[in-house]
């Protein structure tokens, strides 16, 4: 039996969703050296979080054809590959234009993987018949205070941004690897529920 196979469907998503919300942490305590390193004020950071949640959104509203268009599987393989590129060519860059589409690129990976990691946990509460969705966000909330904590302490003993984040993609990436290839295409008995999934219902129809 394949690695694959041995991990519960329940604990992947789980872990994706801790993963996903670990790198929030991450960005939320290196703010301070982004902007040092892009030499912008407080205004400058509030236009990478703009550009951030607008992909993010445009992401979303597009989700339910991108799915449809390719698997889970395969979305959030690319999805992960991106993320984890990115955020290695994030302690390099120093020119403001390109940090905005950098930005912009990760809110588009966000936002496509949050509707999905949310749909998996809505066809795990399905298949098992309970409410699940509170623990799938205390994941969420766990991995921003995991994030958070362990970066903190990357800077307090001034740990390099580029080491710190090469360690979490080299930990992180197998593990998002993993967790990616149980996830599930949703039944098509299912598809008529969609619209209690996090914004996939309402562009759904809308798209």
């Known amino acids: 039996m394949s690695i694959v196979n041995k991990i519960n469907d329940t604990w992947a998503c789980r872990i994706l969703f801790f993963i996903i919300a670990f790198y929030v942490g991450l960005w939320t305590i290196r703010i301070p050296n982004i902007k040092d390193q892009l030499s912008i004020d407080y205004l400058g950071i509030g236009y990478l979080f703009f550009a951030f949640a607008l992909g993010s959104i445009v992401t979303m509203m597009f989700a339910s054809k991108i799915i449809k268009l390719f698997t889970p599987k395969i979305i959030t393989l690319f999805v992960a590959l991106l993320l984890n590129v990115l955020w290695l060519l994030i302690p390099f860059t120093t020119n403001f234009e390109i940090m905005l589409i950098f930005s912009a690129l990760f809110g588009c990976c966000y936002g496509i993987f949050e509707v999905i990691i949310n749909l998996q946990a809505s066809i795990i509460e399905k298949r098992y018949q309970k409410?699940?969705?509170?623990?799938?966000?205390?994941?969420?909330?766990l991995g921003?205070?995991?994030?958070?904590?362990i970066t903190s302490i990357f800077v307090e003993y001034q740990i390099n941004f580029f080491i710190n984040v090469i360690c979490y993609v080299v930990i992180l990436a197998p593990i998002i690897l993993i967790c990616a290839l149980t996830l599930e295409e949703e039944k098509?008995?299912?598809?008529?529920?969609?619209?209690?999934?996090?914004?996939?219902?309402l562009f759904y129809y809308l798209f």
């Open 144 to 149: 921003v205070l995991t994030g958070a904590f």
């Open 188 to 201: 098509e008995q299912d598809k008529k529920k969609e619209q209690s999934i996090f914004f996939f219902g």
């Open 131 to 141: 409410s699940m969705m509170s623990s799938f966000h205390g994941f969420f909330s």
